[in-house]
């Protein structure tokens, strides 16, 4: 007997009630929404409490410092590297679309799309793609053009072994869980994070997860 696949689990956070409503329905069947939130705060408490695989993310919202979807993300960095952002917004601006996949996003489609198009769009997240509408795909080109040769800059200071910390650091894991993970003392740690943070010239663990997930490294 063949068992049905595993649904994608998703949170939709969007302002308007109707269009959660509608996209909810227009959702195939393998995708299975946990929860729905409409303002920036109830999308961050909706995402850390259902930890879903991907949150379809409104671009503008009201509530928290003004900073619509982008806020959202930030509220949700320790999820970086399990749950998936995909933005989906009826603005196709360049400004709009760079910030969002500068704060984690991994994809940036219009509410133009069809159902059919969207859950396409969230399988394809889900599985570690990068999903844009075609000619939203150009403004994000142009930006991370030369974004990927800095990063390569910036992590050419770190030895193996310090970059190795730095992402078990960045993803959550105390130092007695890197130092479980990777055979070393606890003040072996300590020191590779410590040289790290300075060649970085970052001040503390929760400035290297911002670091680590602007630059999608989590």
């Known amino acids: 007997m063949t068992m049905p696949p595993t649904p994608i689990r998703v949170v939709i956070v969007d302002d308007h009630a109707i269009f959660r409503s ?37 671009v503008h919202l009201p509530g928290g410092r003004g900073q619509g979807g982008r806020e959202v993300i930030a509220g949700c960095t320790a999820q970086l590297a399990t749950t998936k952002f995909l933005a989906l917004s009826v603005s196709d601006s ?13 994809g940036y489609v219009t509410k133009s799309i069809s159902g059919a198009e969207i859950s396409d769009a969230v399988r394809r997240v889900a599985g570690g793609d990068a999903v844009f509408s075609p000619r939203l795909a150009g403004f994000v080109l142009d930006a991370f053009g030369t974004a990927e040769v800095a990063v390569e800059d910036e992590l050419d200071k770190l030895s193996a072994r310090e970059l190795e910390v730095m992402r078990l650091i960045a993803r959550g894991y105390s130092y007695k869980e890197v130092a479980k993970a990777l055979f070393i003392s606890i003040k072996t740690v300590e020191t590779h994070v410590s040289a790290v943070l300075r060649k970085l010239q970052l001040s503390s663990r929760h400035e290297l997860t911002r670091w680590a997930a602007d630059r999608r490294l989590l």
């Open 22 to 58: 509608g996209l909810k329905a227009d959702l195939a069947q393998d995708i299975l929404v946990l929860a729905e939130a409409a303002t920036v705060e109830d999308a961050i408490a909706a995402v850390n409490a259902t930890l879903p695989d991907v949150v379809l993310l409104d």
């Open 94 to 106: 360049a400004e709009d679309v760079v910030s969002v996949i500068r704060a984690g996003a991994r």
